[in-house]
C-alpha cells in the first residue's frame, strides 16, 4: 500500500560536471529497478543539468532545502516555485539544517505549508541527537518534531509527506540504528505523533524512510521492517554501486 522510497541525499557534494557523470554511472540500472520510487537530490547548482538528465525517466529530482517565501529579499535562498520548475521533492529539516544553520521546528512548519502549497513532496526529516537517545528522550523529541513541524497541515494532502526518520547519531557515523530500533521508534512514536496530527489513516499512509549510515549491507535490515518504507542515503547514494544495490533492496521489500 505504501510504495517504497529511496531518496539519495548528496550534501555538498559534485560540481555540475561531476554530478553529470554520478547521474551517467547509475541512471540505466536505476532505471530497471521497478516497484521503488527512486530520487536524487544534488547540490542546488547541479538540478538543472541533473533534471535534464533525468528527463523521460522514472527516477524523480529533489532539493535538499528551500525557503517557505514566494519570492523577494533573502538573499542565498530558493523559493518554493523555483524548486518546483524542476523538482518533485524537497528535504525540509534535515538535522544538518537544524543543528548547523539553525533551524527550528517553526521553520520546518513554515518549509512545509509552502511545499504543500507548491505541490511538491515534502521529505522532512525528524531524529533525535546522541544526548537525547542516551538520556532516553527519543519519543518526546521525535513526537515534538512533528507535532511543531506538522501544525495546520490539511490532512486532505497530507498523505503526500514523506517523513525521514534520521537519527543524529547515525548520521555519517557509520554507525546505524538496528532494523529492530528504528522500527520501534516509527510504530511506537513517529505514526503515534502523526495520527494525533492528522487521523490513523492518513499516519498509514504515510512514508517512514530511514536514515543514517545506509549502506547495501544494511539496507535490506530496514526494508524488513513492517513500518519502514524506504530510505533516505547520505553518503552510499555518492556511490553508483551502493546506491543502486540499495534500491534493489527496496524494490523487494
Ligand atoms: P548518511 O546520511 O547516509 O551519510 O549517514 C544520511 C542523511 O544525512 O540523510
Redo the contacts with the bound molecule.
Sequence with gaps: MRKPLVAG?W?MNKTSAEARELVAAMLNPLREIAGVEKVLCPPSTSIPVIASALTGTDIGLGAQNMHWEEKGAFTGELAPNMVKEFCGYV?IG???RRALFGETDEHVNRKLRAAMKAGLIPIV?VGETLDEYESGRTGEVVSRQIKLGFADVDSASASRIVV?Y?PVW????GK?SSGENANGVVRQVIRRALSEAFNENVAQSIRVLY????TASNASEFFSQPEIDGA??????LKPDEFVAIAKAASGR
Design positions: 541525499n550534501k528535504i534535515h538535522s544538518e526529516c525521514a534520521e547515525a548520521i555519517g557515523t546505524a536514515g543514517g549510515s545506509v533516505l542515503v547520505g553518503g552510499a547514494s
